[in-house]
């Protein structure tokens, strides 16, 4: 039964409806003399209206619905005249729409004849050709709201006495509860042909009106505050995968129905009302379980559709009209919560919303608009029409019984609409799917589940008490399970013993190169244990941090391994860091030593009680252990190997802490995968403080292979690379994607065969679909493995070997877990979600961090206990969906995290280090793409303060001392104000993107002759800008380091000049890049002519 508190709930609604209705009868007073002058719509016909406008998402469908029904005996023109009597007695039936969106009454009936078309005698599958068509014909056409009639009748005369009746009615003239009503007077003219009804008193437009008055009301007044007040923590709709926004003539709706016997649903409601809920509660519990498992959010929100035809006059309940009024329920799942209790909280939400209803669903998705603009609509919608009784005992003519054969709905912007209506002794629960918008396969596995919980709800008590009565399909648990059997004997070395096996069976193989000098394993070996027991003298103990501040070179090797021969785990640190950030992360370290390199002791700022080890200085004169001496292990496999500070959304980077058995375990699985030997290399391109470095070192080293270190001063310089790969014959290359597009544009055919690469790792971002491509181009047997995972699962956790890519591909799939990690899809509840369902992606298994350095809080927040399975899990904030060929796709960040050139980047760290600065008073940091080939770039919103005249290159130079570079956005817009949502908070979606605009309403200075006319012609190709200034900032245009690295290829090929990547941060306009060019030149001059 329902509880005291909402039985005095519904009793004070109840009592407010009244003494509503009391004060509205006041402000209804039917107006025949001005019956047919034009109308306004209501709120949800206005959206019925918009929603026919093919312009709109999931628009371009007339709301309708449509029945056959098929009866014997019928009487064509008698059932014609029953119509036009029906038509001439209700205004209703003779309404159009008129073009500036009013509606308006037809005084006289236009001419109308009922369409007959005679079937019979022909054969079978003919007849249901012609049925077909009709049915398709009047469920797909959109017709012309302007044009009488707004319904459609039709008759298919067939066999044995029978006639099918088709009805189609818009929804902009009748809504559900005007159906009976519709039904019955049909009932009367047929049988009483000469009878005549009186005119009803009141008319739709009178009620029409008599709401419009309202909302001058203070009862509309409250309920809009209340509405407003939800708007910023309301639910968003349910978001389905893979769902298509279909071309209105290829959209088809499809009317999937469960039907009871009349008996079976009253004992439901029966033993409902002792649980505390009515029966429509149940149906809504049934249809939320079923959402909230196929969609993406566990808290959504749905729009009720409700007849409410409101008591402003007696005359009310007899009209023909659109009377559906829209109340946007939430659907939470609060935490610990049983199916009983969540189908309990929605009753409470619903009467508790329906205080406040006169402010109705339409009029808050349009406020809702304005603070988020993705919201356009609430595609799932639910109807309960069974207290409309049995439309069926209104479904008589002449004494014979009309027998429903097919109905469907449809309305626009709606992808399902569940509606429950009682027909001729039935229940009939039904879902009016626009069926094609969905993968194949997806609605008949809701619709099953849902018929599944409703009969469990119905003959199981126990269901009610479950917590998740649904779970993802067995076949798709299986497949996932089978995805994740990725059982492996673990390998029991730490990585610096898998560096030290290799070194004593083969000391004389090379460990390191550079352009500068080779190390073997033994040298290397001798230094690094000699520079281990230095570091353990100096009071450094087991598990903790010694900073590791070096340029790319031979010294990093050394570094990491004489580190771990100390018991020590090492902290790689940018060292271009800005001094701010360098010291920051030094005492977040606790670090009491760093190495670094004998030309950074001088040049960087270091912490005053900390001791600097140069370590190339150090080597040069140090004393080596004696090769017979015992290595010392001073660490396990579940001890600290490294810590890499990653990006931190408050503004503090988080150092991720991975143990040696979690590092081992991943190099263990790629080495295995990709039968690494002595005889491969890498180029080792990846910073130190980038966890692809690992792998490049570590990973080599396992196999017995060799680490090739490009020159510090030309990292980025794809000729560089070509050189080293061909001269150390380097097998294997581990970057992020950028660096191989980088890479291609430099081969040719004759340069490509001197490059021995036959496996190549990208991750670290996303993988264009055309790279695979462009690689197997050069070298077509190589293997291409696209990895991805994160730092707090070691390197990588899953991994997708890429073959020929299909043309239809849009993204390369993440692929699935790596050896002795696990790859998990869960919903906000932990649940697991079906296949093709996003979800998000967590990581468990052998691959784990410890947690973040020294920041419990962190930890606890990232890294949790299944629930149900007692498993340590990873929240990746990464979105996901398992395929059905077992393998899982990425679908981005789920917060405002991103990653650009495989770095991770909070974008609140940026907003919180230019908020310090004393001239900005607002600024919010954004990434966009809006260029060819997806390329990202941030881009920095800033208001400053009164009377500041701030430029980008002063924001630029203020972020770049606190920030490494790939952390300072490319672009800066000013502002005067930001944009605000209706809570305050910005509303990031209004927020302006620059755009090129032409040359002639800007202020434009066009590329002198010559050499900067050719620079132009470089940077116009690359950005897709057609006119090139020559003071525009390249990065304002659109251009980022990989085109940078293009453009520096290009003129290295045609004007033989080379520079570095520092060039353009430092000169990125024409005019300044000219410059440098000039000064760069060789003694050879170049003329205009020959440019």
């Not at 978001?239 to 071309?247: A, D, I, M, Q, Y």
């Not at 040696?660 to 391109?685: E, F, P, Q, S, Y």
Request: aromatic share 8%; glycine share 6%; with cysteine.
């Amino acid at each position: 039964m329902l509880s005291s508190d909402q039985r005095s709930l519904m009793a004070q609604l109840l009592k407010n409806r009244t003494a509503a209705a009391d004060a509205k009868n006041s402000i209804l007073q039917p107006n025949s003399a001005d019956r047919f002058l034009p109308f306004p719509l209501t709120d949800v016909q206005q959206s019925y209206l918009a929603g026919r406008g093919s312009g709109m998402d999931l628009g371009g469908t007339a709301t309708r619905g449509y029945q056959e029904f098929d009866i014997k005996n019928l009487d064509p023109r008698r059932y014609e005249h029953a119509w036009l009597c029906v038509i001439a007695r209700h205004d209703t039936l003779r309404t159009i729409i008129n073009a500036d969106a009013t509606q308006q009454v037809l005084p006289k009936i236009p001419s109308w004849k009922l369409l007959v078309k005679n079937l019979r005698n022909l054969p079978t599958a003919q007849q249901n050709l012609a049925l077909d068509a009709v049915r398709q014909e009047m469920t797909k056409t959109v017709t012309d709201p302007q044009v009488w009639p707004l319904f459609d009748v039709r008759i298919s005369l067939l066999d044995h006495g029978l006639a099918r009746v088709h009805l189609g009615i818009d929804a902009l003239l009748l809504d559900a509860s005007s159906f009976p009503i519709l039904l019955e007077e049909l009932q009367f003219f047929y049988d009483h042909p000469d009878a005549v009804l009186p005119e009803p008193e009141l008319r739709f437009r009178d009620y029409v009106l008599a709401l419009e008055a309202s909302k001058h009301e203070p009862e509309f007044a409250r309920a809009r505050d209340y509405w407003l007040k939800r708007l910023p923590t309301l639910a968003p709709a349910p978001e389905f995968h893979g769902t298509s926004t279909l071309r209105e003539e290829d959209r088809h709706f499809r009317r999937y129905s469960l039907v009871w016997p009349l008996a079976e649903w009253q004992a439901m409601e029966r033993k409902a009302a002792h649980m505390g809920i009515t029966g429509a509660f149940v149906l809504l519990a049934a249809y939320a379980e079923v959402i909230r498992l196929w969609n993406r959010y566990c808290d959504f929100t749905l729009s009720i559709s409700r007849f409410n035809r409101v008591n402003l006059h007696p005359g009310v309940p007899k009209i023909l009209g659109d009377f559906t009024d829209i109340l946007l329920l939430e659907c939470r799942c609060p935490s610990g919560s049983t199916l009983l209790d969540r189908a309990q909280l929605l009753q409470q939400q619903f009467w508790q919303d329906m205080e406040h209803a006169r402010f109705n669903g339409v009029q808050v998705i349009r406020e809702l608009r304005q603070i988020r603009p993705d919201s356009a609509a609430m595609p799932v919608a639910f109807t309960d029409i069974l207290k409309a009784g049995d439309i069926g005992q209104s479904a008589r003519l002449g004494g014979e019984e009309l027998e429903l054969r097919h109905a469907v709905s449809q309305t626009a912007q709606v992808l399902i609409d569940f509606n429950a209506i009682q027909f001729a002794g039935e229940v009939r629960f039904n879902w009016d799917v626009a069926e094609n918008a969905f993968p194949a396969g997806r609605i008949e596995a809701m619709f099953s589940d849902f018929s599944g919980l409703l009969r469990r709800m119905a003959i199981e008590d126990e269901v009610f008490s479950e917590t998740f009565p649904l779970r993802a399909p067995v076949d798709d648990r299986t497949r996932h399970a089978t995805a994740n059997a990725t059982a492996t004997p673990l390998e029991q070395r730490m990585l610096h013993q898998l560096f030290d096996a290799q070194a004593l069976a083969y000391p004389d193989a090379s460990a390191v190169i550079t352009p500068e000098r080779r190390l073997n394993y033994g040298e290397l070996r001798g230094l690094a244990r000699t520079l281990g027991e230095q570091i353990w003298s100096q009071g450094i103990k087991s598990g903790e941090l010694v900073a590791v501040v070096m340029e790319r070179d031979w010294e990093q090797a050394l570094a990491v391994l004489g580190i771990l021969y100390a018991g020590a785990a090492y902290l790689p640190i940018d060292p271009n860091s800005p001094a701010d950030r360098l010291h920051n992360l030094l005492a977040e370290g606790r670090v009491k030593l760093v190495l670094t390199q004998q030309r950074l002791t001088q040049s960087l700022n270091w912490p005053a009680a900390l001791q600097v080890l140069a370590v190339d200085e150090w080597a040069a004169s140090a004393s080596l252990l004696p090769q017979e001496q015992a290595t010392r292990w001073h660490q396990s496999l579940d001890d600290l190997a490294y810590v890499i500070f990653t990006s931190g959304s408050t503004g503090k980077p988080k150092g991720v802490g991975i143990t040696h058995g979690a590092a081992v375990n991943t190099l263990a699985d790629i080495n295995r995968r990709l039968g690494v030997t002595h005889k491969d290399a890498v180029l080792a391109l990846s910073d130190l403080n980038f966890d692809l470095s690992v792998y490049d070192l570590f990973g080599l080293w396992a196999a017995g292979g060799t680490v090739v270190f490009p020159a510090s001063d030309r990292t980025r310089d794809p000729g560089h690379w070509v050189e080293l790969m061909t001269s150390t014959s380097v097998s294997l290359w581990n970057t992020v994607p950028a660096l191989m597009q980088a890479l291609i544009p430099t081969l040719s055919e004759k340069k490509s065969k001197k490059l021995k690469l036959r496996a190549v790792l990208l991750s670290g971002d996303w993988v264009p679909v055309t790279l695979p491509g462009d690689i197997h181009k050069y070298w077509p047997g190589a293997r291409v493995l696209a990895l991805g995972g994160a730092t707090e699962a070691a390197i990588w956790s899953n991994c997708f070997e890429i073959g020929k890519v299909p043309e239809e591909w849009s993204r390369i799939p993440y692929g699935r877990p790596l050896a002795n990690q696990h790859l998990h899809i869960l919903n906000d509840a932990l649940q697991e979600c079906p296949d093709n369902v996003l979800g998000q992606i967590f990581i468990s298994g052998k691959g784990l961090a410890q947690g973040y350095w020294n920041d419990q809080q962190k930890t606890d927040m990232a890294f949790l206990i299944h629930p149900e399975t007692g498993e340590r899990l990873y929240r990746t904030g990464d979105l996901g969906f398992w395929r059905s060929d077992g393998n899982v796709e990425f679908m981005g960040r789920l917060d405002f995290q991103v990653k650009i050139g495989g770095y991770r980047i909070e974008l609140g760290e940026i907003e919180a280090i230019l908020g310090r600065h004393p001239g900005i008073k607002d600024c919010v940091v954004s990434c966009i793409s809006r260029n060819p080939g997806n390329s990202r770039q941030l881009i920095c919103h800033y208001v400053p303060e009164i009377g500041q005249e701030l430029e980008a290159a002063d924001l630029r130079s203020f972020l770049l001392s606190s920030l490494p570079r790939y952390m300072t956005p490319d672009l800066y817009v000013r502002l005067k104000a930001l944009p605000l949502n209706a809570n305050g908070k910005v509303n990031r979606h209004a927020l302006p993107i620059p755009v090129d605009v032409d040359a002639a309403t800007k202020n434009f200075e066009p590329p002198q002759a010559g050499l900067e006319s050719l620079i132009a012609g470089f940077l116009a190709e690359a950005t897709g800008q057609p006119h090139i200034g020559r003071h525009d900032n390249f990065f304002e245009l659109g251009g980022n380091s990989l085109m940078a690295m293009q453009i520096m290829h290009q003129i290295q090929q045609r004007l033989d000049v080379s520079l570095q990547l520092g060039n353009f941060f430092d000169a990125p306009t024409v005019a300044s890049l000219a410059t440098l060019v000039n000064q760069s030149m060789k003694s050879e001059t170049i003329e205009e002519g020959t440019l």
